[in-house]
């Protein structure tokens, strides 16, 4: 009967610790599952407004990449009329013209090498502008790859973890060894001293 009542009891503390460990570990699983999702809820709402702003981006450029070419193109057009222009007036004109019209060929000549040294320097910022655009987006790939692998590791450690604090049948039975060998330890010592 004693030995009956300490299995009894045994069992229920068994019980109890294996049923406080297995809320635990449900707890722990339910907390995971909500972290991996919010996780992923998080990267795929961060992948959408990238690829929103990535693309809002490369529109502006397209656009202002185009409106400096047609600014370009109408430019170019301008100075061939008005150098069709002075070469013109300079052919029909008196001799006694000729040195004012020398000076308006001489400044024509020297606003367009001002105008072709600008645009050779607008060509740099904005080669210098794509390749900035570039490395910023290796930076970015790279520093989100980075903290993805980590973010990786760590869901990983979580999940070993929980699989750590909720074992397999066999760990299980392992880790009730012990209660059954001092149960039945306990039950012997009593049944030796109860006759």
Do not use: C
């Amino acid at each position: 009967m004693l030995l009956a009542l300490v299995l009894v009891l045994v069992g229920w503390l068994w019980l109890r610790e294996h049923d406080a460990r297995v809320r635990e570990a449900a707890a722990a699983q339910r907390s995971q599952d909500s972290l991996v999702a919010a996780v992923a809820a998080v990267r795929a709402e961060a992948a959408v407004r990238y690829t929103a702003d990535s693309l809002a981006a490369q529109r502006a450029v397209r656009e202002r990449d185009a409106a400096l070419a047609r600014a370009r193109a109408d430019a170019a057009r301008t100075a061939d009329s008005l150098g069709k222009l002075l070469v013109g007036l300079a052919a029909a004109a008196p001799e006694s013209l000729q040195p004012l019209i020398d000076r308006m060929l001489a400044d024509w000549t020297a606003h367009l090498d001002a105008d072709l040294q600008e645009r050779a320097a607008a060509d740099s910022a904005l080669a210098e502008r794509d390749a900035r655009y570039v490395g910023l987006e290796g930076a970015y790939a790279a520093d989100l790859a980075a903290v993805q692998r980590q973010l990786d590791e760590a869901l990983a450690q979580l999940a070993r973890a929980n699989a750590r604090a909720a074992p397999g049948l066999l760990r299980r039975v392992w880790g009730a060894l012990p209660w059954i060998g001092g149960a039945a330890a306990g039950g012997y010592v009593v049944g030796r001293v109860a006759r």
